[in-house]
């Protein structure tokens, strides 16, 4: 090995790293931590959030339709309830998770006017943080912008319900404002564009703010904003089990500061298993449309489902992007109310044709699924196999649809870590059992 040549300086053989899979069931490791049908091992207890898709009669796991509830309340109800005056209503469900029931007018007057208060960026941070070194990854700026943030807090490492609290809904109301400039820095200083920055209006919404942030000309129209308040709505909260989620809790449970265990949550999420997926869902889909010759031929769109799971079309990874879930079988509950949405915007956008075909690809892709790879597992179609197209046709561009999520579900998480600090009480560490089943002999370094 040649160390001064960084060419040179890679594994050769894996085999340090390579366990074989067979010891995994002989041992009984519960891989992914996940049991042997796929559901995930009960590693703690929540009030935040119930994720309903199947049901276990007689060991047997029965797929069932699936149902989301933010504390007890019922996902399409809180859609459908708070926003039926046309107000906006992420900002409810994050009172919601935080504070554990919803507010009536007074307290959501105060919680909109706290946002607001919180709604600005320390002095400079724009342009030390964010404009003195852009990312072209929008996600990787923004979990840096968020552990920065500590350097600016008096209290940052007193995890105190009550100073938590606090940076809670402080890092609720700057994400958008970080996400916004991330992407306003990244297209500015690699993609040559010129470099305006909006500070966010008192009088917005945190759906609003976001259009009114990343849109040269400020404009948007009522349906757009609340469309995406909606979006921002359904991606809050998704149980303490999610990916990111339990690595805020894990990160939580070893008493690290607030912004530790944000940033980490964000790293997780950026993950193309995780909430990279719905960009890689348009990816896919831009790569079906170039190569499907008829968008309304059932056997040529799934003869091409049946190649992507083969690993010879798109990247090549055998994934059909935005289908199946950890819980969910039969429907993901928030799909359906994203999938409307996509319709009508669809429909008054010129993509009717462009729509067709996700449903079609949704109808097929659970029959190909089970031919190509041969098991009985139930699959439909997750949040992200539409989000990525709604946010498309409202103009947001691909870099930020990750970062959307992030904004959208920081309430979720900082509703777990909030639990985790209150009843958690145990560093949260699982088992590894070595499989090395040898001792090495040491010798001098000259000798080896």
Known sequence: MDINNSEKFKLNNLDAYSIDYKNYSKIDVKRGLRNIDGSGVLAGLTKVCEIHGYVVSEGEKIPDEGKLSLRGYNINDLVSVCGEDGRFSYEEVSFLLLM????????????????TSEAYLPHNFAEDMILKSPSRDIMNKLARSVLTLYSYDENADDTSVENVLRQSVSLIAKLPILASYGYRAKTHYFDGKSLILHQPKKEYSIAENI??????????????????????????????????AFTCRVLTSSGTDTYSAISGAINALKGPKHGGANAKVIQMFDDFKANISDWTDEDE???????????????KSGLIYGIGHAVYTLSDPRTKILKEKAKILAEERGKAEEFALYEMVEKLAPQAFYNVKGTDKTVSANVDFYSGFVYSMLGIPKELFTPLFA????????????????????????????????ENEIKRIGER
Request: neutral net charge.
């Open 100 to 115: 554990g029931h919803l507010p009536n007018i007074k307290e959501f007057e105060g919680f909109k006017k706290y946002l």
């Open 211 to 244: 259009l009114h942030m990343i849109r040269d000309d400020n404009k948007f129209t009522p349906e757009e904003a609340q469309i995406l308040d909606i979006a921002l709505m359904l991606h809050a909260e998704h149980g303490g089990g999610n990916n990111s």
């Open 301 to 315: 769109v799934y003869d091409y489902l049946v190649k992507t799971l083969n690993k010879q079309t798109n990247d």
């Open 407 to 438: 904004i959208a579900r920081v309430s979720g998480w900082c509703a777990h870590r909030l639990e985790e600090l209150v009843s958690g009480g145990r560093i949260l560490r699982p088992a590894y059992k070595s499989v090395c089943g040898y």
